[in-house]
């Protein structure tokens, strides 16, 4: 079974910076892309970026692009997410997945628990 766990979320300040972790395990880690995705409160989960493990290309949602950067270390099964600039809108419990849009996410239904980040304005 595929499973993800996120991890690196906290609380910090606008314009401060988080890192977030997502160890994923079940799955021949070469040749998938993997998500990261964010549900804010009380809203329904969006997609944030997304990397190929194949090439390391990675796509970015507009409201994240400049700011975000993702990687991946193949040899440890895990996935990255460099936050910088934080802004308040940022603040959502974040979770990785396979696949870059929430429908394909969605379907396969492999959600870790999440990990918080609250940006304090």
């Known amino acids: 079974e595929v499973q993800f766990v996120e991890s690196g979320g906290g609380l910090v300040q606008a314009g401060g910076s988080l890192r977030l972790s997502c160890a994923v395990s079940g799955l021949n880690f070469d040749g998938y892309s993997i998500g990261w995705f964010r549900q804010p409160p009380g809203k329904g989960r969006e997609a944030v970026s997304c990397i190929s493990t194949s090439d390391g290309s990675t796509n970015y949602a507009l409201s994240v692009k400049g700011r975000f950067t993702m990687s991946s270390d193949n040899a440890k099964n895990m996935v990255y997410l460099q936050m910088t600039m934080l802004k308040p809108e940022d603040t959502a419990v974040y979770y990785c997945?396979?696949?870059?849009?929430?429908?394909?996410?969605?379907?396969?239904?492999?959600w870790g628990q999440g990990t918080q980040v609250t940006v304090s304005s």
């Open positions: 997945a396979i696949g870059c849009s929430e429908t394909v996410a969605g379907l396969i239904g492999s």
